[in-house]
């Protein structure tokens, strides 16, 4: 074999051993993050627990004081008549006590309770020219100054009873539930609409009806 052809053989095999050793390794990619590796804790660490606690408020103690003051009571001027006059509901029945006469019964100084029929009341009752309306009106007023807390009183446990009126008849009074109707001596019934109108001399009931004689 000659020299030159040994020399080439022994070349040939250096570069197939250099092929064969040679590790490929991937290009690098910029878009591609390098991964992070996760931090570790010794293996004597220890993670202590924190109580935690719901934060407490200071509480102040308010007092509250009941009013001292009362109302005042109605001038010697305001009567039960001033009252009505006052109430737009009552001015057919103001009108009634001026054509009968009966301002004195609404201005007197004894008390007294009155059941004043409203405006829709008379106009329900279409009273004809006959009616003696000195005594329909008297039929409407007590002796007394009787308020709501008064006749529910009245009434008792049985929720009824007997008024006696100015003009010599009666009067029945029923209490149900906080309602407060009054029966005429013909059997109509009148419930209190707006009740305690506290005057001077007395007190008067918003009534929705005519309490008619027999």
Not at 114 to 142: K, M, R, V, Y
Not at 147 to 152: F, G, H, V, W, Y
Not at 160 to 188: H, M, Q
Request: negative net charge; aromatic residues 4%; contains cysteine.
């Amino acid at each position: 074999m000659s020299l030159m052809f040994r020399a080439a053989l022994a070349a040939a095999s250096l570069s197939v051993l250099g092929a064969c050793t040679t590790i490929a390794t991937p290009p690098f990619d910029p878009a591609t993050p390098a991964a992070a590796e996760a931090p570790t804790l010794p293996a004597s660490a220890e993670i202590a627990a924190v109580e935690i606690k719901p934060a407490v408020l200071p509480t102040e103690t308010v007092e509250v004081s009941a009013p001292t003051s009362t109302p005042a009571a109605p001038a010697a001027n305001e009567t039960l008549l001033y009252g009505a006059q006052t109430k737009w509901e009552l001015m057919s029945f103001v009108e009634a006590v001026r054509g009968a006469g009966l301002e004195s019964a609404l201005e007197g100084t004894a008390p007294v309770t009155i059941f004043a029929p409203n405006n829709q009341a008379f106009e329900f009752a279409a009273l004809g020219g006959d009616t003696d309306i000195a005594a329909l009106l008297s039929g409407h007023i007590i002796d007394g100054a009787l308020d709501m807390a008064a006749l529910t009183a009245r009434a008792g446990e049985a929720g009824s009873a007997k008024l006696s009126t100015k003009a010599g008849t009666e009067l029945t009074l029923f209490v149900r539930d906080d309602v407060i109707k009054i029966a005429g001596p013909n059997g109509v019934l009148g419930r209190i609409t707006q009740g305690d109108m506290i005057q001077s001399n007395g007190v008067m009931h918003q009534i929705s009806s005519v309490l008619e004689a027999k």
